[in-house]
């Protein structure tokens, strides 16, 4: 089964639910009411821009309201039905607009949000991390994530039943509270845990009960039980009390109010330049570099070597990769190859004093290792983006199509370099349809050396004008 297909599905399990949700939804009326305090207690603004993930029948949003007064309300919810559910209750304060979304794959909104909000609806995510990681990148600066989700231990009498019974239940697995956490460094916060327990006459009650709110799509690759094997359940889940535990993770998080002094260089492809469009930036903005992942040493030199004799730096102004791979692969196949483990996860960059380029390896959606692509680096480090693109045929849709990519993910666009032969079309059409600065473009060079990056670094803009650009604030004078 496909991520959409499961998606579509639990969407439209909850569409079938939504006329008696609420008769079921005793611990979702709870957790919603929790994290609504806790929004309260938020230095929010007077009237705040919210997005809601997965509203339900509008739970959390009447909470909220209560609490808040007037904002900036967006709505959401992957099912139409729940959408069309929450709309008939009473409009929250302020100004609303109602969307059917996937929250976990939140496309072409605009970010910008001074809150960012969900109860019980991201642990549906197939990667909660990456997802939460999604929506905190659409958080204005000091804009604060609040999510309720279920945490491992979670439906563990009922799992115990199956385990009785010499089976294995269909319910997802959760994780431990303490490893839920955006994947993005920009954001402070943590995650509170609480623990319900919600008694049941028996199981065929419990069952009711989650098909009531329509909490009922199986764990992927898990089908649900027959008959019989769901008699044998029943019977040992009554016998030890017909009781479940729900163990909550409350989290709340902040985004910085600073932007990461620097910027990531990716490419609409590899062999595209970014080493030399790194090194140039370098020298022009006296920064640091750092490559977070090499690979391809077996047949050349690394690229950390290359930048710093191009832009003249001294040792103590590169930083260490956290991966070296020989292959000239994708980091998550080099990996592989060489039976090594990547973790994009666990990538961190190092602390500066100067503006710090960062070099990706190949394009945005190079895979690092088995969930996450240099898309969902860039948007775990929070940094703008510069893209390093061709000047020649074809370069027109290679470059939209990432400015499209960083767009839907929310992430800033600082300007984009060309490589080539000159192109006043190409870069005019840059420039129009995607809405974008071209800061530079580097001719055919008879020679790439030192020399050659001193005087195409006298052409880049200023890096403090490049930021006042992005936030749309004139840049403040030397």
């Known amino acids: 089964m496909t991520l959409a297909t499961r998606n579509a599905q639990v969407g439209a399990r909850f569409g079938a639910a939504a006329s008696r949700y609420e008769d079921h939804a005793a611990i979702q009326r709870i957790a919603a009411e ?9 230095p929010l603004p007077r009237v705040p821009r919210i ?3 997965g509203c339900g029948t509008g739970l959390l949003t009447q909470a909220v309201a209560r609490r808040l007064g007037p904002a900036d309300w967006t709505v959401t919810d992957i099912s139409p039905a729940m959408l069309a559910a929450a709309r008939r209750g009473p409009a929250p304060p302020g100004s609303v607009r109602y969307q059917v979304l996937d929250g976990e794959h939140p496309g072409a909104l605009a970010g910008g949000y001074d809150l960012i909000c969900s109860s019980l609806a991201v642990q549906w995510f197939a990667d909660l991390n990456t997802g939460l990681a999604r929506l905190a990148a659409l958080l204005a600066p000091g804009g604060h994530l ?4 279920l945490a491992a231990g979670t439906f563990g009498e009922w799992q115990a039943a199956h385990v009785a019974a010499g089976l294995a239940a269909a319910t997802p697995p959760y994780p431990p509270a303490g490893a839920i956490r ?6 402070a916060g943590g995650v509170r845990s609480e623990r319900l327990i919600q008694n049941h006459p028996d199981g065929l009650h419990f069952l009711k009960g989650l098909k009531g709110i329509g909490a009922t799509t199986p764990a992927p690759g898990r089908p649900p039980l027959g008959a019989a094997a769901l ?18 993770a409350y989290g709340m998080w902040k985004k910085s109010t600073q932007r990461p002094a620097g910027v990531f260089v990716t490419g609409t492809d590899t062999g595209i330049g970014k080493t030399l469009v790194s ?3 370098a020298r022009a903005w006296n920064a640091d570099y750092w490559k977070p992942v090499q690979t391809g040493v077996s047949e050349e030199p690394g690229d950390t070597e290359t930048v710093a004799q191009l832009a003249r730096l001294a040792p103590d102004r590169l930083h260490l990769p956290a991966y070296v791979l020989q ?10 190859l060489e039976d090594t483990v990547v973790d994009a996860t666990t990538i961190v960059p190092p602390a500066t004093r100067a503006p710090l380029i960062v070099e990706g390896a190949g394009g945005l959606y190079v895979p690092i290792d088995d969930t996450h692509m240099m898309i969902d680096l860039i948007a775990r480090l929070d940094m703008p983006v510069v893209l390093a693109a061709r000047s020649g045929l074809g370069t027109i849709n290679h470059t939209l199509l990432s400015i499209e990519a960083l767009k839907r993910r929310g992430i800033p666009l600082l300007g984009v370099v060309m490589s080539g032969p ?3 079309g190409n870069k005019e059409a840059i420039e129009r349809f995607g809405g974008v600065r071209v800061l530079a473009e580097i001719p055919p060079l008879p020679r790439v050396d030192a020399a050659a990056v001193d005087l195409l670094a006298q052409g880049i803009p200023p890096l403090a004008e490049c930021l006042a650009a992005l936030d749309g604030a004139p840049a403040e004078a030397d």
């Open 279 to 281: 090194a140039i930036l």
């Open 231 to 248: 008699r044998r359940v029943l019977a040992e889940f009554d016998e030890h009390g017909a009781t479940v535990t729900y163990h909550l």
């Open 182 to 187: 955006p994947a993005m460094i920009n954001l």
């Open 422 to 424: 000159l192109s006043a």
């Open 34 to 42: 929790r994290l609504a305090s806790d929004i309260a207690l938020l």
């Open 51 to 53: 997005l809601e993930i």
């Open 327 to 336: 292959a000239p692969l994708s980091p998550w196949a080099a990996a592989t």
């Open 146 to 149: 609040a999510v309720a989700t």
